[in-house]
């Protein structure tokens, strides 16, 4: 194990694979990858899923050393290392190189390779952001699963999506602590770096690598078919056995009756002459006819059921409202079932277009009461409003006679002054209120009471 | 050695797919070392109906550093006589020297060069001290300082 600390042991951690992979490099380093992203540290404390996305793997891809989809333009193309640039800088004289491949050339003489005008580390520019865009832009294949990305997202995709890039082994999360690298495809399940013996060789291996092992490496990984002894491999021989043109088959009319049975490629000479061929097909339609028609009485039961419960629903409800409404109630309940019958297909839809109804029904007699409040108000103002009037005129009427009486009774009591000569002030003063004119003639007219008769007679 | 082999499998991808006129690989295993065939196409009379064999060998810093390129000589593939090639098959042409080369250049171009060189010389001779030159020199091609005087190949 090489010490974290040392810069150096990240390449030679990283494992370069065979020819065509040598493309990228995984860092499989665990402190520099914690150290960059801090994820390792949090997610073996947090989730499940969170644990899936740790065992990723920084990925760092050899632009050089990956394929190309199509042909790349060759105003793209270094013409150092006739790659598509890489970290391109431009000259003065006009002419763009990979940062890299530059710097190499002008460290063995300060001329550009192009024009050999004289050229220094100073006159190196970044490249327009335009080159850069481009090159972004260019597809490529991605060196583990062979699919086209754009070149930018190709160290994402490596590092956090591709199927066949290596990540972490998920036994690292566990107490195990399995320090290996796996392919993303394979890292949802356990940990396989345990030994397992192989079911053909009897070889001790391990699990991870008993796929390709048993498909490319085992000494017994062939053996020959049982039925067309033609070599085949022991762990797809159930696939084989499937489309051996030597096993035994039989007729496929057999469940109707058909007792035949041959090898799979003389299989087509019984077709003609087996005694089925002409019922089997009959059958066979027959066979989807009586299923289909088993549907349709099953779909039937069920909607005759429901139409059952829906009766017996709207008998309960009739019972229910057996009031002096029942009439109206009748008329608007029967409204929703005559309407949509067909389209009411279950118990839910028929109680929800009853409670329709009702809110309707509900909304229509709020409706009629204040109508019918409005009615009430306007009648009775109609009534109050003579009644009124009369009050009026009554009151009118009594006024007039409190003058008749007043003026009368003044009459009466000059009459009395008259007939026994009291004086009217004598009155007045005798009275416990003299200013009040009024109430000394009630006293008089009281006392006066019989002399008053008196002149009514006379008058 | 990284560099040059990825370069050189680019050139060699190319190679592949097409060779100008009169130039054909012979072999090319691995990246350290590639023979080519090259003709003059036109009716040069000292090189009519000859074929020459070029040997390439490339160093771990190639494109930087040029390749050392000599011709061969077997039975059927003779050392063209040329005032600027030795008869031992070294080459004295300043695009293959330290001075003359840039990464630019490539397998194809070089033929090209030599091609053209060949295509326009008159003169069926070896150079000045041939025989001496051959005789005492051990060094390899690159170690070698020419003085290239002559600028009408």
Redesign the interface.
Known sequence: MDTPSQPDSLLSRGSHLSDPSQAYTFHTDLDNLSGGTTETALGASISSIHKISTLNLRHTVDL??ITYGGTVDENLVC?????PFVDPVLTDCDHVFCRA?ID??L???E?C??D?LPLSQATIARAPKMVFNQLDALKAKCPCCGNIFARAILENHLEKYCLEAMVRCPGSLSEQGCTQVVKRRLSTQQCLHYPAQCPDCYETLEQIEMESHRQTLCRDRTKLCDYCEVEILRCEEIEHKAECPDVLQICKWAQYGCQHESKRRDLYLHADDCHFKSIGPMAEMLKVEISSLRDDVRNLTETNQLQERRIKFLESGQRASDRPMDLMDLSLASMPEAASTDSLDSGHDYLLSLLETQQSRLSHLSAELSDFQGKNTMMLFNETLPIKNELAELRSTQQVTCMHVRWLMRFRMQENQRRFGVSPGLASTGGPDGGNGFGSDITLSRRLSDSSRDVITKL | MAFASKRLGKELAKIHGSLPPGITLVTAEGFQEWLLDIQVLDANPIYMNKTFRLKFKFSPSYPIEPPEVTFLNTADRPVPMHPHIYSNGIICLDLLGQQGWSPVQNVESICMSLQSMLTGNTKNERPEGDEQFVASNRRRPRDIDFYYHDNTV
């Open positions: 050089r050393a013409p150092i290392c006739r790659c491949c190499d050339a460290s063995h003489g001329l390779p192009v050999r």
